[in-house]
């Protein structure tokens, strides 16, 4: 069982902006889609049509909607193997994404990736990585190549709160702060590294002072608001577009399910999450647009019945789907490439 530190918020992101209905019913609308497919995942992963590892978001969304808000389509995006949600936040479309689980050919990683492995060029969603922090200096790169081409685009590095005790974190942080890379870096601290609790895994709970030793500008952040998220990335954004280097936001946040499937999770009281299920993002972003007249009842019943006609045609597209054909194994492996250096 863990506890967290208060949910605080650092002076540089204090300020409260006023958000839209539009942004409202967008935040809504995308985090109930995400619970929704997850829900849906759960389920088909018990009657074994998904196999292999499955970790769901399920808690977690306003961490992904706040993220989306805040950024343009042409900022990076890269994650841990918790990622179906940052996958149709950014706009692949739910049956690729479901298809992508079956291991169909028309999944977003071709059938080759499954759960853990989700990317697209298109939405420039660069994983999806099952490696424990292997996506840290990968990010760290990729802000790299924007900053070479003399683009303004950011990189937003997500990675859980067991890969911020990985050694590549720190040399990453350095070369990030030394050559004052465009990228956010983001724990989704949800207070359990698999089955440990944060208190086990360091004498410092506190994981927005990691980012000191490097003098990185570093904020704890409500990761149950998605105001709070968007506030947070849009400040840091920001500062990257300005050449003001990186930043590192420790997002806490909780989720409800254990680690992965095969998790039951009872590391963990039911007080604990019940607790938390009180911050649940779906009801309090939900309340607060009741509270401001921006939505009725009626509205979120035809929300709720429209996302659950895109899960279902999401499931009917994968069901259909074929597998990739044997040969497709040796495809997407190395890139053709011309190097004019090189000589014969």
């Known amino acids: 069982m863990h506890k967290f530190i208060s949910f605080a918020l650092l002076p540089k992101i204090m300020a409260k902006t006023k958000f839209t209905k539009d942004i409202y019913e967008k935040w809504y609308e995308q985090m109930?889609?995400?619970?929704?497919?997850?829900?849906?995942?759960?389920?088909?992963?018990?009657?074994?049509?998904?196999?292999?590892?499955c970790h769901l978001y399920i808690g977690q969304e306003a961490v992904v909607a706040g993220t989306i808000s805040a950024t343009r389509s042409d900022d990076r995006h890269i994650t841990a193997y918790r990622d179906h949600a940052h996958a149709i936040a950014l706009g692949i479309p739910s049956r690729e994404v479901m298809a992508e689980l079956y291991g169909k050919v028309t999944g977003c990683s071709k059938?080759?990736?499954?759960?853990?492995?989700?990317?697209?060029?298109?939405?420039?969603?660069?994983?999806?990585?099952?490696?424990?922090?292997?996506?840290?200096?990968l990010g760290a790169g990729i802000a790299l190549a924007d900053q070479y081409r003399g683009g303004d685009q950011v990189t937003i590095c997500s990675f859980g709160d067991g890969a911020a005790r990985q050694g590549a974190?720190?040399?990453?942080?350095?070369?990030?702060m030394l050559w004052k890379l465009p990228v956010i870096f983001i724990v989704e601290n949800n207070g359990y590294a698999m089955g440990t609790s944060v208190e086990r895994?360091?004498?410092i709970t506190d994981m927005s002072v990691i980012g000191a030793g490097y003098a990185m500008p570093s904020f704890v952040v409500d990761g149950m608001r998605p105001e709070s998220v968007h506030e947070a990335i849009a400040s840091a954004a920001e500062r990257a577009r300005k050449g003001e280097g990186?930043?590192?936001?420790?997002?806490?946040?909780?989720?409800?399910?254990?680690?992965?499937?095969?998790?039951?999770?009872?590391?963990?009281?039911?007080?604990?999450?019940?607790?938390?299920?009180?911050?649940?993002?779906?009801?309090?972003?939900?309340q607060t647009m009741l509270d401001g007249k921006m939505a009725n009842e009626k509205w979120f019943e035809t929300i709720e019945q429209k996302i659950?006609?895109?899960?279902?045609?999401?499931?009917?597209?994968?069901?259909?789907?074929?597998?990739?054909?044997?040969?497709?194994?040796?495809?997407?492996?190395?890139?053709?490439?011309?190097?004019?250096?090189?000589?014969?």
């Open 32 to 53: 109930l889609l995400m619970r929704r497919f997850e829900e849906k995942s759960a389920q088909l992963y018990g009657q074994q049509k998904i196999k292999g590892f």
């Open 111 to 137: 059938g080759k990736g499954g759960s853990m492995h989700m990317f697209s060029k298109e939405h420039n969603f660069f994983g999806g990585h099952g490696i424990v922090g292997g996506q840290i200096p």
């Open 169 to 176: 974190l720190h040399e990453t942080f350095n070369m990030a």
């Open 201 to 203: 895994t360091a004498n």
């Open 246 to 286: 990186p930043t590192y936001l420790e997002i806490r946040t909780y989720r409800y399910r254990g680690h992965s499937m095969s998790d039951p999770a009872k590391y963990r009281t039911k007080e604990e999450v019940e607790e938390y299920k009180k911050k649940d993002p779906l009801e309090v972003v939900k």
């Open 308 to 344: 659950e006609d895109i899960v279902n045609e999401a499931v009917e597209f994968a069901e259909n789907s074929p597998y990739p054909a044997p040969e497709a194994l040796w495809e997407d492996v190395y890139v053709q490439a011309d190097y004019p250096f090189i000589r014969e």
